[in-house]
Structures are given as C-alpha cells and as structure tokens.
C-alpha cells in the first residue's frame, strides 16, 4: 500500500512555534497538577523554566474533571507498611513496594494542602456522626493537618464535596505557574488545548529532545523542547469496545479524553514498560457506570445475585477460586470479586444487585434508635441527599439514569455489571512504565533504583500517575503527591545535567508535516465521493476507532468473551492489529477535532498492543476477573511471580520481553 505523506499540497500549512524551557510538565490532571506545584517551588529559585501543557482545559481537565465524592488514599492514623500490604494483596502480589511505601509516605500533604486550598472534606462530628464538609467548615471543626478526624469510608478512603476538586487543584497550580512566569520572564508557560502527539529523540539518541503537538483550537503547532520532560497523561479508554454501544456510546467510567497517549509517549522514546498484562475491570452501576465504592464502604451495602445470595460467600465458587488461584482469591481483592460475581452471571443468576434500599434501611433505623425518630428522620433524608450527591459529584450519568428509569435508591435495588477493561496505573490497576524509586528505604534491592525518583528508563523522562507502573491504588490524592514527587527529582536531575542541549532529530518542517498529515489526505481525496465519510482512498477516525475496539474486543478478552483470551486468540488479534496499523496511515480528518481524533487512535494502537503483548508473554492468570488465559487459566508463582517489563522500538516496530525479579520489602 502505497504510504502517504504530507508536502501541503492541499491543506493549508500551519503557524509552527517553538517552545524552550527547562522541565515541560505533559498533562494538567492530578498529577500534572502536583508536579507544576512542586516544580515551580524549586525551579524559581533557580531561574529554571517549568511549562504546563493540557489538551484541555485545566480546570476541569482528566478524569476529576466532573469532581469525586471521596478521595482513596489518605494514610492518616493508619501505617504506611498496612497501606503497601493492602496495595500487594489487591493487585494479586506483584507491586514495586518501594514506589507504593515511598507514595504512602507523602500523599497525606498533598489532601491536606487541598483542604487549606478550600476541598471541604467531611468530618466527624462531636456525636460521632457524620459532618459534610460544608457542615464541619461551619462548625469550625479542625482541619486535617489540626488533627481534625476524617470522615472515613473504608480504611484509606475519606468522604469529600468534591464537585470542584479539579478546580481547587488547577487552581495552586495555575498560581505556582504564575510565580515561575515571573521569576523566569516567560510569555506564556500554561497551554490548554494543545495535545502532545509524539517524543522526538535527540540527535544523541538518549535523550527526548521535544514534545511535539497541535492546538485543538487554531492552525498551530507546537514543538516543546525541554532539558527534562514529565508524563502525567494517564491512561487508556476505548480501546475495547465498550459495553454502551449505539445510542449509549461514549458513555464509559474512565474518561473518554483518556487516550493513552502518555503510554504512547513513553514507548516511542522507547521507556520500558512494566506488568502492561494488567487492566481495570470495575465493578460499576450498569449503563450509568456509577462507581461502587461508596455504596460498600459507606453506605455498607450488599451487593447480591437475584436470588439473594451474596457470590462472595458461595462455597463451590470460592473453593474453586482457591483451587486454581492459591490464597491470593483468599484476599477478595477487586479482581476476585469481580471473578465471583461472573461465575453467578454465567450460572444464570443474573442480573447482579447492589441492595441499596437494605442498606439505606438499616442506617436509618440506627439513625432513629440513636437520634430518635425527628432527628432521625432529619438524618436519613440528609444522607440519602448524599447517597445521590455521591453521583452527581462524580458520575453524573449515573444519576440522570437512575431519575431516568424512576429508580429511588431507598426502594429498588440497582443492578451493577463488570464494565470493559480500562488500561490505568493510579486506581485498582497497575499497568504502567518502569521507573526508579526513591533509593533510600531499607531492603530496596539494586534494580529498583537509578538516580532519579520517578525516571523512566529514558534520561530525563519522568512518570507520575496513571502512566507509572506496578503501584496501583494511587487515586487522585496518591497520584498529586507522585507528581509532586516526580518534580522535585527532575529539578534535581536539570540542574545535575545543566550543559544538556536538547537537540531535536525533527526539523520543524517535518514535525509540521507529520502531525497535518491527515488533513492532507482529507484535502487530497474528498471529492472522490459524494459523501466525505466515505472514501476508497482513506478512512475516518470514527470507523477506523469502531474496528480497533472490534479487534480488541474480540481477541484480547473483551466483554463479549466474558475477558478470556489465549495464545491462539491474541496471536489473530495481533495480525488484524498489524493490518489495522498500515490501514491508520491512511487516516483522514476534516477539522481540527477529527485530526485530535486520529492521533487519539494512533496512541490506543500502541497501548493495547502493548497490552496483548504483555498478555501474551504472562503465561498465567494472575489477575482473574479482569482477564482470563484460557490456556493458562491458574496462578502460577513458580514460574511468574515476577515483573514483566517490554521495551518498543518504534524505528523498526520491534519488542523485546523479559522478567524481572519481584522483591518483598515489607512482610
Ligand atoms: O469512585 C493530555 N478516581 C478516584 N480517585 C479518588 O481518589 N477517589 C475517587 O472517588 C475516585 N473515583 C473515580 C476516579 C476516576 C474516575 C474517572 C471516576 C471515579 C469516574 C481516580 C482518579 O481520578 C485518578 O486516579 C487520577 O485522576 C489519575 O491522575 P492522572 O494525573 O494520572 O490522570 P488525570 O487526572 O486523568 O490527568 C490526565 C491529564 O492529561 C491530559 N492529557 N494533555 C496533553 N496531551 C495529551 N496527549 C494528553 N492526554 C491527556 C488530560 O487533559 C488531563 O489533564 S472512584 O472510582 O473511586
Ligand atoms: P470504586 O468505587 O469501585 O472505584 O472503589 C472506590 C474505593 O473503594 C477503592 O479504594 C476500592 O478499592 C474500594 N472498594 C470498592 N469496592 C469495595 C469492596 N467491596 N470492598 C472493599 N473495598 C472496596
């Protein structure tokens, strides 16, 4: 197939600005945030450059864009050693202890500077029961750093009126950006809408010399060259086909905008990856994709299949899952509650039902009991406010559907279904890069460590959040502090290496070229039809995202295989995957939203193949109830109990696969 290139021929060349500084800051979500903060506080000082660049708007940008209704990670009263533990048992035994102590460590500063930046977080009150933030604020109760008592859901997870949380987070950060404009004389050092498409390598061959992009707004591209970069681009969505198709399509947990593109960044500079085998399959509020969490932890419901029977306690379903996945089915991890409720979806007693009207029911009559039937009653409406208030802060699709199918959580039960897998290193999922740890905690074995906390395997890339891997259990608080924590390390790294030149191996003109390449095929066949939509001669984002999701779906344990996969299955996936690559070549967009479009796609590609390839080099099922190898379909500790880690070279589209040794730092 004959490949094509762009000489602007047909479509109109766009303005080409380049960008220098010291440490460029890629994506404006929690852990951007966090690094931005942090950056600015060291880099001042030093007359250092920090920029911050967001293919949206930061202020409600990723995946806290539309708020949360708890943060998960806040140490507290608790021991950091329980918290790595309680990450280790979740995400089946395999987890870089140091990177999940060292987070634990510091993500208790980061929630309480979010309440001293004004996130109201709930607290306990005098009578021992619940205060909303707004409340507690009221009461002048004390704040967290005071010593104020949170108002816990589980034991890490603290409830929050997080409906602005982005906002309140965006904001310290758009400030810290503002100090650094002015210590350094910085025109501009925040870009919003502008998307990072690709690392561009050094002349030296280590280094990435510059993020190149496209405003989502004007006819502007963007080369950002920095001395240090930092990756806080999250994770991959819509990569499978969804379980919400036709009308309902686009309608996910984790965001749409979430692309994989900082996968993608990391493995064109060719960053190794680690455990990319593993996904995030939640639990979730069916077609609304209302997360769980609070209704278990907070509201302790039951979740039940439809004849009443709680899965996790069935006899023949757990022995079976301790027969073939050892003790780990004995933690109840999110994986292997998951894998109890299929194996009642596929006996046929389906559908499954969060009993939130039992729930409901018995906090009011402890309410009543306690408080007496007025202030009771008075109680009980507050909370089931809050049991609502928990979706519109967060999924608010949950909530217009359940007023959509007159559904009053007090009195029927709502059904919650496993969703189709996400790629994501911060929530209950651990698919990420390989990067150094801190060096200083005792027990870290020589491979742990290289100079730099949070540096990829690339010199001068940095990751935080989503993208860094083998760490899960972050969430939002636990991510911001990783970014925080990731700044500091690269201000250290910039001023170690203070003679570095980036040296791009693109000139401007092909960097143009490459990223407007789509809007000249557009240009170039258009009028071939009599519909644009349809052409011989190239295909449009939407149809060639549609068939990704059909190959994924299909062969790397998407829903419609109830997850399972095998070698065989991810072999022919790989292959349609391979012909699905060339075919992108010849991806076409009429507007500047259609080529963010086809740059998103380029980005899923690369992630999910890493991910089938991961998949395929893990022969086991260590994480059943997200996916299943039916040819390997147990635990195997023996021969995998370790790490796997990848390397993607994409100058001749090759992978290299290898283990690497699990260490056990805390028992
Ligand atoms: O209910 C580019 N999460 C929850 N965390 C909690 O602490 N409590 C909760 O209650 C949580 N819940 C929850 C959560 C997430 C979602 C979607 C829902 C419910 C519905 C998880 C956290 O939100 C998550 O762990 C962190 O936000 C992850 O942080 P980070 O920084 O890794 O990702 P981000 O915040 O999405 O930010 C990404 C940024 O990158 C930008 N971006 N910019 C330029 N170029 C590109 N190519 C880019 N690609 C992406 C984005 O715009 C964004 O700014 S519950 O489930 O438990
Ligand atoms: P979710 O709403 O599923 O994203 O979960 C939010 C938080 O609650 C995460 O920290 C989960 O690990 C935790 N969680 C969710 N469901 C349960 C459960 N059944 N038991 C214990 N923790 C849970």
Redesign the pocket.
């Known amino acids: 197939m004959e490949k094509e290139t762009c000489t602007f021929s047909y479509c109109k060349k766009p303005e080409v600005t380049e960008v220098e500084c010291d440490l460029l800051i890629?994506?404006?979500?929690?852990?951007?945030c966090g690094a931005a903060f942090e950056a600015c506080r060291w880099a001042n000082a030093k007359g250092l450059k920090v920029v911050l660049?967001?293919?949206?708007a930061?202020d409600r940008?990723?995946?806290?864009a539309?708020g949360?209704?708890?943060?998960?990670?806040y140490v507290g009263e608790n021991k950091v050693a329980d918290y790595v533990k309680y990450v280790r048992n979740d995400l089946m035994g395999i987890i870089r202890e140091d990177l999940v102590f060292d987070l634990g460590r510091h993500v208790d500063d980061s929630v309480q500077s979010f309440e001293e930046w004004g996130l109201p977080i709930w607290k306990k009150g005098d009578d021992g029961f619940s205060m909303d933030g707004h409340q507690a604020i009221a009461a002048g109760k004390k704040s967290l750093k005071e010593g104020g008592t949170p108002v816990r859901t589980g034991k890490w997870q603290i409830m929050i009126n997080g409906e602005s949380y982005k906002v309140v987070v965006a904001e310290a950060a758009k400030k810290a950006l503002e100090t650094n404009k002015a210590a350094t004389g910085m025109a501009q050092n925040h870009f919003e809408r502008?998307?990072?498409?690709k690392a561009v390598m050094d002349t030296n061959g280590k280094n990435v010399a510059a993020a190149i992009?496209f405003s989502t707004r004007e006819n502007k591209i963007y080369s950002f060259k920095a001395k240090a970069m930092l990756c806080?681009?999250?994770g991959a969505v819509n990569c499978f086909r969804p379980r919400s198709v036709g009308e309902g399509l686009g309608r996910t947990?984790?965001?749409v905008?979430?692309?994989g593109?900082?996968y993608a960044f990391g493995m064109q500079a060719g960053a190794e990856l680690t455990l990319m085998e593993n996904r995030f399959v939640?639990a979730r509020f069916k077609d609304g994709y209302g997360?769980v969490?609070a209704w278990f932890l907070f509201f302790k419901a039951k979740a039940t299949d439809s004849y009443g029977e709680d899965y996790c306690a069935n006899k023949e379903y757990f022995d079976d899952a301790v027969a073939r996945y050892g003790d780990y089915a004995k933690n109840l991890g999110t994986a292997i509650r998951n894998h109890l409720m299929m194996r009642a979806m596929r006996d046929g007693k389906g559908p499954i039902l969060m009993q939130t009207p039992a729930a409901l029911e018995t906090i009011s009559k402890n309410m009543k009991e306690k408080l007496g039937e007025k202030e009771g009653a008075k109680q009980v409406k507050h909370l089931e406010a809050e049991a609502w208030e928990d979706f519109l802060d967060?999924?608010i699709g949950q909530a217009s559907l359940w007023a959509a199918r007159n559904i009053e959580p007090d009195k029927v039960a709502s059904e919650i279904m496993p969703t189709e897998p996400y790629l994501l290193g911060?929530?209950a999922g651990c698919a990420g890069f390989w990067v150094s740890g801190p060096g200083d905690l005792p027990g870290t074995p020589e491979h742990y460590t290289w100079g730099y906390n949070r540096m990829s395997t690339v010199p001068g890339l940095f990751m935080?959040?989503?993208?860094v891997g083998a760490s899960g259990h972050?969430?939002?608080?636990g991510?911001h502090a990783e970014?925080r924590i990731a700044a500091k390390a690269a201000i250290a790294y910039i001023l170690d290496n203070a003679g570095y030149k980036p040296s791009p191996k693109l000139s401007l003109d092909e960097i143009a070229a490459e990223l407007y390449l789509p809007f000249e095929i557009y240009e170039k066949y258009k009028v071939y039809t009599t519909d644009p939509v349809i052409n011989p001669n190239y295909i449009g984002p939407k149809a060639l995202q549609a068939r990704l999701m059909k190959i994924s779906d299909e062969y790397f344990g998407g829903v419609s295989t109830w997850y399972m996969t095998s070698k065989t299955m991810l072999e022919e996936g790989l292959r349609q995957l391979d012909m699905l690559k060339e075919d992108a070549n010849k991806m076409a967009a009429k507007d500047l939203h259609e080529l963010l479009r086809c740059f998103e796609n380029y980005h899923r590609i690369l992630s999910v193949e890493a991910h089938a390839r991961h998949i395929l080099f893990r022969e086991e099922s260590r994480y059943p109830g997200y996916y299943y190898r039916g040819d390997y379909n147990k635990i195997d500790d023996a021969n995998w109990k370790c790490f796997t880690n990848s390397k993607y070279n994409a100058e001749n589209n090759t992978w290299e696969f290898k283990k690497v040794p699990y260490v056990q730092m805390y028992p």
């Open positions: 890629m994506g404006g979500g929690m852990a951007g660049v967001d293919k949206a930061t940008s990723g995946a806290v539309m949360l209704s708890a943060i998960n990670t502008v998307f990072i498409v992009g806080a681009t999250a947990w984790y965001p905008f979430c692309a593109s900082g939640p997360p969490g967060m999924a911060s929530h935080a959040g989503d993208v972050k969430f939002s608080s991510s970014g």
